[in-house]
């Protein structure tokens, strides 16, 4: 945890900062995995993945980044049975498995926690997840 929290004081953008340690503290609650640092990105829980290719390797269940344009929330089912949810939480972005927030306040974070948390229950019935 000493390392995630050396990582976030060198944010330069101070309302970074606050929102990225919200979101420390708020996807520990939501997943029950105890954060960790994959360079720039913090991971919550593990699992194995292996593609019809062959290909396999090991992500975490739900993860974040602090970017300096936003912060970057990687729902790692993607967002397809999220939309009613997603049409509450107020302004975002979405990629693939990228949820793009500016700032938190932005966002309605009873919704967030909601995604979130559906987001850790999918994996854990498709995948055997595990703590880091």
């Not at 060198?10 to 919200?22: G, M």
């Not at 593990?46 to 290909?55: K, L, P």
């Not at 790692?76 to 498995?97: I, N, R, T, V, W």
């Not at 979130?116 to 055997?128: D, E, G, W």
């Amino acid at each position: 945890m000493d390392d995630i929290k050396l990582f976030l004081s060198k944010l330069d953008n101070e309302a970074r900062q606050k929102d990225a340690h919200s979101l420390l503290s708020l996807l520990e609650s939501a997943s029950g995995y105890k954060p960790y640092l994959m360079g720039s990105i913090i991971g919550f829980g593990h699992y194995h993945y292996q593609y019809e290719s062959g290909r396999e390797g090991e992500s975490a269940v739900i993860a974040f980044s602090p970017r300096k344009q936003h912060l970057v929330v990687y729902i790692m089912p993607g967002f397809e049975a999220y939309q009613q949810l997603l049409s509450k939480l107020g302004k975002h972005k979405l990629g693939k498995s990228c949820l793009y927030i500016n700032k938190l306040s932005d966002i309605n974070l009873t919704v967030f926690t909601e995604i979130a948390t559906h987001s850790v229950k999918h994996m854990q019935q498709k995948y055997h997840c595990k703590a880091s």
